[in-house]
């Protein structure tokens, strides 16, 4: 090696050894990112009503029936078939001692019992021919009794037309065969109406969609649906505990709007839950 060669060599070893061996405390050197803690939110107080969303069919002029509220005796008074009703107006027939009325303007179509008969609770006292339209709608057969059982109010969309509207419920008069087969199949939908104001405007055929308010629970506690594993009963949650780890815990739940859900045992009132529920997060 001679004199003018040295030096160079000399001074590539030690950039080689400056570059390859960087100090392990060196802060410039990044490290694995820190894995962020989920988010969270808090468990309320609210109320809630509960809503069913179900398809329906714009129908004219449909048939509906006047249910007894109780076990009575059933009386016609001075009614007969094709004689007009007016929303609100004179009682159509009674069922011992409380009066139906028609919801709607509208004609008698049917009597099925006679003056003086015994009727259950829930049988059909009159059958009313409606002025207008009306959306018919399928219920899934696991909800049919809160919807034939429970007060319940009711708002409609129909596609290509208005939305928002408030309509009553009633139940189709079914034939005798059509209610023999809705028996023999537990699968069968319970088939019902939401009779809409004599001056709305839309078409026969239409689709739509009715939302059923069917109960409302009062200062109970609430999450987001997407916050909860399960929808029937039970369900599960991830609670964020003081020292920041997770657990997954069982939840009874209630009704739910299609937004919120009750949380009826599991939790308490600030307790902090994920935004995701367990498995999605």
Do not use: W
Not at 38 to 61: F, I, K, M, N, Y
């Amino acid at each position: 090696m001679n004199g003018k060669t040295g030096p160079f060599l000399t001074a590539l070893a030690c950039a080689f050894a400056v570059s390859g061996c960087t100090p392990a405390s060196d802060p410039s050197v990044a490290g694995p990112p820190a894995q962020a803690a989920p988010q969270t939110l808090t468990v309320e107080r609210g109320d809630l009503a509960s809503v069913l969303v179900v398809p329906g069919t714009v129908v004219d002029r449909p048939e509906y029936a006047l249910a007894a509220p109780k076990a009575g005796t059933l009386s016609l008074g001075n009614t007969s078939p094709d004689e007009p009703v007016t929303a609100g107006g004179s009682p159509v027939v009674r069922v011992g001692d409380v009066p139906l009325t028609a919801p709607h303007d509208g004609i008698v179509a049917d009597l099925p019992a006679a003056e003086g008969t015994r009727v259950g609770r829930g049988a059909t006292a009159a059958v009313v021919r409606h002025g207008g339209l009306a959306v018919q709608i399928q219920v899934p057969a696991e909800q049919a009794y809160r919807v034939a059982t429970a007060p319940t109010s009711a708002k409609t969309t129909i596609d290509g037309g208005p939305g928002g509207l408030e309509c009553t419920l009633a139940g189709v008069v079914s034939a005798p065969e059509e209610a023999g087969q809705g028996q023999e199949d537990s699968a069968t939908p319970y088939s019902a109406l939401c009779l809409l104001p004599l001056d709305t405007e839309a078409v026969p055929g239409l689709p739509a969609r009715v939302g059923l308010q069917l109960e409302t629970r009062e200062d109970v506690l609430t999450l987001p649906l997407s916050a909860v594993s399960g929808r029937q009963g039970s369900g599960e949650v991830a609670v964020m505990a003081k020292d920041g780890t997770v657990e997954r815990r069982p939840v009874g739940l209630g009704v739910s709007d299609g937004t919120l859900i009750e949380i009826t045992e599991g939790l308490a009132e600030g307790d902090e839950v994920t935004v995701a529920a367990p498995g999605f997060g």
